[in-house]
């Protein structure tokens, strides 16, 4: 058996040109899969993120009325989110919850001309990590707008804006407020009628108790666990309250995670397509060596015994290649991962939360998928030689 690995390795070295053609397609195939699988999790990862902490969160919870009528933002329809959370809380792999209200209303600055907006009454605390309050100061009594809307209104910090909106019982309700900072985004659907204060400033508009809010958006520690957390919410969540989940229904993030599947399943058609290009390389290498073949059983190697030594130098040369297709692959996206692809110009025109720089995410996940792929290719594609090697007959071959 010693002979055999050892005669493995000096054939490896001994025709350079296939050795290299045999490696480089893997190398190339590994580094692709590593990159590619990167940059996919790099180009949705912020959309997900953006979505469900603007509309979705990982699970949302609302009063049955008002999924039924969500385009109307009645916040007569309201949940008691103090009971809930404090119920959903410690539940395992509950990350944050944050409760909103969101209304629609007039904003004015003092008998300056009307627009219509729709407001976000949020807890600031919970909010930091929300890509348009991130860094942005809000306390009772203030509202932060974008510096379009600013623009288009004519205020700047410390400037008053009044609201007057519809209460839940239907009378008319206004509140002075300060601007107290402005956010940016490229999205003008967003930049246009999106404003954000404090969810006492939103209760106390509206007439609302304290311990109510419009929707309560639950998030998981991790994507894939929410299903399991619903589930457990579902146990004692009150029959005239609805749930959603980010995984279920058709929602965008469904359609979303829908189109990952579909990209990596493309992706990998094409890793396979790869293999097919190592495969017919060691096929070609089979048939350049037939003679060498033919003597080796000739000198009374079994089938199987020149088969293993097929075997080994394929797994050798596809070890050498999944490890620098590896190196490739992590230095590639490592470098992509802080340069990103600008995409500003292409997306420009398109109103939805989608971060114009796409920015590779290299995670050892991929890492891992990309050297598994690579072994498993190199080492398949020997046994695609099995049943050449058998049919050999040195007779033959040595005839020729």
């Known amino acids: 058996m010693n002979f055999l690995v050892k005669l493995s390795f000096k054939n490896i070295f001994r025709n350079h040109r296939r050795t290299f053609l045999t490696s480089l397609g893997i190398t190339v195939a590994v580094a692709a899969t590593i990159f590619g699988k990167s940059f996919i999790d790099g180009e949705f990862a912020p959309i997900i993120q953006n979505i469900s902490d603007m509309e979705t969160g990982h699970i949302k919870i609302v009063k049955k009325e008002y999924k039924e009528k969500e385009r109307m933002m009645s916040a007569k329809y309201n949940i008691n989110y103090i009971d809930l959370e404090s119920k959903i809380k410690d539940l395992k792999d509950v990350k944050l919850i944050r409760p909103r209200i ?13 627009d219509g907006v729709i407001g976000f009454s949020v807890l ?60 940016e985004t490229d999205i003008d659907y967003i930049a246009s009628n999106m404003v954000f204060l404090h969810l006492r400033d939103g209760q106390k508009l509206l007439s609302m108790d304290s311990t109510k809010a419009c929707e309560l958006l639950i998030y998981c520690k991790d994507l894939n666990s929410s299903l399991k957390v619903s589930s457990k919410i579902k146990e004692f969540l009150p029959d005239d309250y609805y749930l959603s989940n980010w995984q279920e229904g058709e929602s965008f993030l469904s359609l979303l995670k829908v189109s990952f599947s579909v990209m990596t399943l493309v992706f990998m058609v094409m890793f396979f397509l790869a293999s097919i290009a190592i495969i017919n390389t060691m096929v070609m290498s089979l048939y350049e060596r037939k003679k060498e073949i033919g003597m080796m059983k000739s000198l009374g190697l079994k089938s199987e015994k020149v088969f293993f030594i097929f075997f080994m130098e394929t797994t050798i040369i596809g070890f050498i290649g999944t490890l620098l297709g590896v190196l490739f692959g992590v230095i590639l996206t490592y470098v992509f991962s802080k340069v990103g692809f600008d995409y500003s110009n292409a997306l420009k025109d398109i109103q939805i939360p989608i971060t114009p720089i796409i920015y590779p995410v290299l995670s050892l996940t991929n890492v891992i998928l990309g050297f598994i792929l690579g072994m498993i290719t190199s080492s398949l594609s020997s046994l695609f030689l099995l049943k050449r090697v058998k049919v050999v007959n040195p007779v033959e071959i040595l005839r020729e």
Do not use: C, H, W
């Open 102 to 114: 969101k209304f629609g209303t007039l904003i004015a600055k003092g008998d300056q001309e009307v």
């Open 124 to 183: 600031p605390e919970r909010e930091k990590d929300f890509i348009l309050l991130k860094d942005k100061k809000l306390n009772r009594g203030e509202i932060v707008v974008s510096k379009k809307f600013a623009e288009k209104m004519g205020v700047g910090k410390g400037d008053t804006l009044i609201l007057i909106t519809q209460t839940i019982y239907g009378y008319l309700n206004g509140i002075s407020l300060k601007v107290s900072d402005l956010y």
